[in-house]
């Protein structure tokens, strides 16, 4: 207890290994719910860490009052005239009210509130102890708990990520007593599955935790794990004189699956790297969890596994994992050589045995819908690589089912190009049944070559048109035909590939290409397709750009991707500059007052004011430049044009009077001001950016 009364709460959860993709999660979350249960009782931790393995999930918050603070409630009851009778004595509401606020009806008093007179009853709350709110925050923070998959066990009702084994939960050096799944709380922790004790190790507080843990053989801190294996790495990379393969995503996963990770490595057979070396890195990373190295850019025979104990003798467990990873490569190495024996068009028969989606046919109605629609994509975007998206869009999902791809389902795409240039295809069809699917994820690179662009683009509009076809729409929790990543993929590789393609012709392309198996409400489909890409285009824009700024360049349009990342770009170095008011402002003011009318024709012979015809004559002039800018996506000169509109525009409202009594001019003058308004919309809706 510090001198300020105040303690750190210590709590773990020890359970059976927690799988390594959830332990992250279950970290953040526990430790987020914890904060939140103390706040909500009046308790706030001054500094809380979230620390797990794939034994444990624990939280460590420090600096909690031992007590809630003292604080008088106020509690408002009915209105004075429903509370008092005439003579000023309680009614029988006004009694009720403090009797169930556990007060004396002599205690209450009138407040009055927007000029009506109500009862208010006044009492002191007493802050409670924490130790005595603690465990029932605890037990309601392990309920709250979410995990993909959950399982129950023994006669328990409560479902967790993996059996409950022992529960540390210490304030201070007292015990927070609770029970929770049949496990009640205590003083003590448990080390490392094989390497402690095997012993419960009594924690007396908080700063004792991670040292009697490392004792125990267990890194309780994910940092201090990372470091080590990091450090490991390094010094061997250093002694073997090659450079390890870094995959972050990898380096997370082992950091999740050790307690006391312990770097090695091993080699295998030279031979095996006649494979791809995708082939290789798949084998080690997806199977058996080890890093790769290469020499010179060239994959080498070498892997690093990172152990979860420290052996005596740290040679055997290399050899132990050489001989695993040796029967992997050979099972690739069989179907490798197994599978080069056949064509890669041979085995198109094949997928018509795989069922692309129930009502969608099978992978090879897949790849001949792919035949004709990459190809007209191309013609749209490179129609030089029209042969080669042809041939590509045949062959795409060929490797399908290859051997390889059956083991190595990750491999997909990769074995298709290999295969391909084995079978003497082109390498620019090689190439494309690789790219097509690019990108596999958010960041991931995009197709380079113009037939892969094709394909990708081909693909996925087929995949999101016929699921939205046969009802498979994501919903804001569901998404298994990932149709969220289709849309973003379509979107990246338009906009950061320069493409000016338009959405709706590539998705009414792909609705087309079904034929008759897509004929019932089609026009529904492909607006209900549009409309999902367009969200996603949005999503993706609003994560490093201003919402509304997005928001007012995607009401003028949001057929082209590069056109609107490209505007939003060019009107964001602009906000807060006055040169940024100068555009918004004039624009308001020629919409607001434009926006309820028809549109008119406008007339120049009825114009009776000099700076009517200065407005229109210089709309006309700068209209024509704005047009041809547009055209060429010179975003920025657009900007810089629409800006000397407003000289002009501000001597019209400052001379004229727009809803003048005259119907016929005031008509004409609205009929001006529409057109001025077209123009501006052609870029954004700049009524949306606050000035």
């Known amino acids: 207890m510090t001198a300020d009364n105040k303690r750190d709460l210590l709590f773990e959860v020890g359970v059976e290994e927690i799988p390594a993709r959830m332990t992250g999660k279950a970290c953040a979350d526990l430790t987020d719910l914890v904060s939140k249960g103390l706040a909500n009782l009046r308790i706030p931790a001054a500094s809380l860490r979230g620390m797990a393995t794939p034994r444990r999930v624990a939280v460590v918050a420090r600096g909690i009052p031992e007590r809630q603070d003292d604080r008088v409630i106020e509690k408002r009851g009915p209105a004075k005239k429903v509370g008092l009778d005439q003579d000023g004595k309680p009614t029988k509401a006004g009694l009720g009210f403090a009797k169930s606020q556990g007060v004396e009806f002599s205690a209450i008093t009138i407040v009055t509130i927007d000029g009506v007179e109500y009862l208010f009853a006044r009492k002191d709350q007493k802050g409670e102890a924490a130790l005595s709110l603690l465990p029932a925050m605890l037990a309601d923070c392990l309920a709250q708990m979410r995990f993909p998959k959950t399982m129950r066990w023994g006669a328990q009702a409560q479902a967790f990520v993996r059996p409950i084994h022992w529960l540390l939960a210490l304030f201070g050096a007292d015990v927070v007593s609770f029970e929770f799944a049949g496990v009640t709380s205590g003083n003590f922790t448990m080390g490392h599955r094989f390497m402690g004790s095997g012993k419960p190790v009594t924690v007396p507080g908080v700063d ?349 349009g949001a057929d082209f991707p590069f056109d609107v990342r490209e505007k939003v770009r060019a009107i964001e170095p602009l906000r807060g500059r006055k040169d940024y008011e100068d555009l918004i402002l004039p624009f308001k003011r020629v919409i607001n007052i434009t926006r309820t009318e028809e549109p008119g024709s406008f007339y120049l012979d009825l114009t009776q004011h000099e700076a009517e015809r200065a407005l229109w004559e210089s709309f006309l002039e700068v209209r024509e430049k704005v047009l041809s800018l547009l055209a060429a996506r010179r975003f920025p000169e657009v900007l810089a044009l629409l800006l000397e509109l407003k000289p002009p525009v501000d001597r019209y409202f400052d001379d004229v009077l727009v809803m003048c009594d005259d119907p016929a001019q005031r008509a004409n003058h609205l009929a001006m001001l529409k057109e001025i308004g077209k123009l501006f919309l052609l870029f954004a809706d700049f009524t949306r950016i606050l000035a």
């Open 208 to 556: 004792a935790y991670a040292s009697l843990l490392e004792g125990e053989s267990v890194i309780v801190s994910a940092e201090e794990r990372r470091r080590r294996i990091e450090e490991d790495s390094q010094r061997i990379e250093a002694g073997l004189g090659l450079e390890l393969m870094r995959d972050p995503e990898l380096l997370d996963t082992v950091v999740n699956l050790t307690e006391f990770p312990v770097a090695a490595s091993g080699t295998f057979d030279a031979r095996f790297l006649q494979m791809p070396a995708e082939v290789l890195v798949t084998s080690m990373k997806h199977h058996l969890k080890f890093f790769a190295f290469r020499k010179d850019g060239a994959l080498a025979n070498r892997f690093l596994v990172v152990n979860n104990t420290r052996a005596r003798d740290m040679d055997v467990v290399v050899r132990g994992n050489q001989k695993v990873l040796a029967a992997r490569l050979e099972d690739a190495f069989f179907f490798f050589r197994e599978d080069r024996g056949t064509p890669l068009e041979g085995y198109l028969p094949k997928l018509k045995g795989q069922t692309f989606l129930a009502g969608l046919g099978s992978m090879k109605d897949k790849c001949d819908r792919l035949e004709k629609l990459a190809p007209a994509y191309a013609a749209l975007l490179h129609p030089e690589t029209v042969p080669a998206a042809k041939r590509a869009g045949a062959l795409c999902k060929a490797d399908l089912a290859t051997q390889m791809v059956g083991e190595f389902p990750e491999l997909q795409g990769v074995m298709g190009r290999e295969y391909a240039l084995a079978s003497g295809e082109p390498k620019d069809v090689a190439c494309a049944i690789h790219e097509h699917y690019l990108p596999r994820f958010a960041l991931d690179s995009l197709p380079l070559s113009g037939a892969g662009v094709a394909l990708a683009l081909a693909d996925r509009m087929d995949t999101m048109v016929g699921c939205f076809h046969l009802g498979l729409v994501p919903t804001p929790t569901k998404d298994p035909y990932a149709l969220r990543r289709a849309a973003l993929a379509c979107v990246r590789i338009l906009a950061e590939r320069e493409l000016t393609i338009p959405l709706s012709k590539l998705v009414q392309e792909a609705a087309d290409n079904f034929g008759p198996l897509l004929c019932n409400g089609k026009d529904k489909k492909v607006a209900d397709v549009l409309e999902f890409i367009h969200g996603r285009l949005r999503h993706w824009l609003v994560s490093d750009h201003a919402t509304e700024v997005v928001d007012a360049v995607l009401a003028s």
